[in-house]
């Protein structure tokens, strides 16, 4: 899928602080855009490129936000200092600054640091009349409830709307207001840790203010492009790889060698999955994509089933150059291994599918029709407590939306903290994100896991809520597939350390 040319290109950097992520829009020389934290970094990227053509215009989440949230900065001269290494990284030492809002004065330190050959700041009313008031973020402790997102939403939406100088009144003379997908993206990338999204808002809005000047020279030299990202010295690490559905997001983790796949359940990230990557990764290298749709990756349109995810799967592959691999999946994710391992059985060597969906037709079409209600970013925010308590009682009930007391799961609900990421992973995700779901329960698993050629591990925990399929999986599979319970699930909330510990010894020794 080509990138139309204003389209926001996403990509990360490494930097001696961690990893930071950017956007890049536009074509031309480079232009920096130090965009104001009500803003995201997408939309500024694009916007910026449209006021400027001729430019490829480059915006860095600042720490704490969005994918560069695990950057946590403290203070003016620490945030300047993350962004300076994030232009270094991305070869755009000297290259102009535009800034605006309350990141004026921020512009000024990264300039410093990095030879900037221009400085425009912009936006000083905006950044003086929050200021004046104290408008800052309300308190955004996690809520067993959700509600910090409601509040969130709720000032990321007044930034938007009112009189930055009188919070009573909308603001006359602003820009376009941000349509409710736009304000949405907005609303996310905060979220992913609101604490440290509050902080830099303080920290920005405790700068001295900076009056509106500057000009930017005509562009000069040649084309930027955007980097490829540098693995850090160890740990998991973000990357993106372009397809031809559009830009994957990816985890790593691990050594040379050869390659495993771990495969995400839907409808969120391969986020949650972080234990099961890392403790793969001990001799091996290891990938997770989010699904296309889901996560961080791309949105592509069009119908999805799993042969075509399959596909997608096997463009990351291509596009990393990995020939042969081993693949790891849960859930939709066990699926997709097992289309992909039918769609090029030479080149998967083995393949662990924990709790591939096997349920009686009756109960998956009574999960088609009331599992995958519509999620639609609105203007209040309504979305964002459907999403929390979707989630919510995913833990509390099997299926999610069967309200009674035999529905009830026995797992708990996770702590706070885990909830939060699990539906901020659901918001990542969006309209789109019941469309690799959908694709699961659509598909005949009964009908392709005794096709499947390659050696393969069929397991479930047994605080799953598929694990019952084991026994379908005992009497359909092939030969080279064993079927066996495992003592935990990774992934879950509350399972043992050491049950988890013999799961991922039971996942090595199979995948060897």
Not at 252 to 261: D, F, K, L, S, V
Not at 270 to 299: E, M, Q, Y
Not at 337 to 365: C, D, H, I, K, Q
Not at 436 to 450: C, G, I, K, N, Q
Request: net charge neutral.
């Amino acid at each position: 899928m080509a990138d139309a040319p204003l389209a926001a290109r996403p990509f990360y950097v490494t930097t001696g602080k961690g990893q930071l992520r950017g956007f890049m829009a536009g074509e031309g020389a480079g232009l920096v855009v130090l965009h104001g934290p009500a803003e995201g970094a997408a939309a500024a990227a694009t916007a910026a490129a449209t006021r400027f053509p001729g430019r490829a215009a480059v915006t860095f989440e600042p720490p704490g936000v969005g994918g560069s949230a695990g950057v946590d900065m403290d203070g003016a001269d620490a945030v300047a200092a993350a962004l300076a290494g994030a232009i270094q990284a991305a070869g755009l030492i000297g290259a102009p600054v535009l800034a605006t809002d309350l990141s004026a004065r921020l512009a000024l330190r990264v300039a410093a640091l990095t030879a900037a050959a221009t400085v425009r700041t912009e936006g000083a009313a905006r950044a003086a009349g929050w200021t004046g008031r104290s408008f800052a973020p309300p308190a955004l402790a996690l809520a067993a409830d959700g509600t910090h997102l409601t509040a969130l939403g709720a000032f990321l939406r007044d930034a938007a709307l009112l009189d930055p100088a009188d919070g009573t009144r909308p603001w006359d003379d602003g820009p376009p207001l941000p349509d409710p997908a736009t304000l949405d993206r907005a609303v996310v990338a905060a979220a992913v840790r609101p604490d440290r999204f509050a902080r830099l808002w303080g920290t920005l809005a405790g700068e001295p203010p900076v009056a509106d000047g500057g000009l930017l020279q005509p562009p000069s030299g040649g084309a930027y492009r955007s980097p490829v990202t540098v693995a850090p010295a160890g740990g998991m690490w973000c990357d993106y790889v372009a397809t031809p559905a559009g830009h994957v997001h990816l985890r790593r983790a691990g050594p040379a060698g050869r390659p495993i796949m771990v495969l995400q359940s839907a409808p969120g990230s391969s986020a949650p999955l972080a234990r099961v990557i890392t403790g793969l990764a001990r001799h091996r290298p290891v990938v997770a994509p989010d699904f296309p749709g889901n996560g961080d990756s791309d949105k592509p349109d069009g119908p999805v089933d799993i042969a075509r995810l399959a596909a997608m799967m096997w463009d990351v592959a291509d596009a990393l150059g990995h020939r042969e691999l081993d693949l790891w999946g849960t859930h939709t994710g066990a699926v997709v291994a097992l289309e992909m391992a039918l769609a090029r059985p030479s080149a998967v060597g083995r393949l662990v599918m924990e709790a591939p969906p096997l349920l009686p037709p009756a109960f998956t079409a009574d999960i088609l029709a009331n599992y995958l209600p519509p999620l639609v970013p609105d203007r209040w925010g309504l979305h964002l407590q459907q999403a929390w308590n979707m989630r919510r009682d995913m833990f509390a009930f099997w299926p999610w939306y069967r309200q009674e007391r035999a529905a009830q799961r026995s797992l708990g609900l996770p702590p706070t903290a885990m909830l939060h990421d699990w539906t901020v992973g659901l918001l990542k995700s969006g309209r789109s994100y019941d469309r690799s779901y959908r694709a699961a329960f659509e598909y005949d698993t009964a009908a392709r896991l005794p096709l499947l050629s390659r050696p393969a591990l069929v397991c479930a925990g047994p605080a799953d809520m598929l694990a019952d399929g084991l026994e379908t999986a005992r009497a359909l599979a092939p030969g080279v597939v064993t079927v066996t319970t495992t003592p935990a699930t990774v992934w879950y909330p509350y399972q043992p350390e050491a049950a988890i510990e013999a799961s991922l010894d039971a996942y090595r020794a199979f995948l060897g």
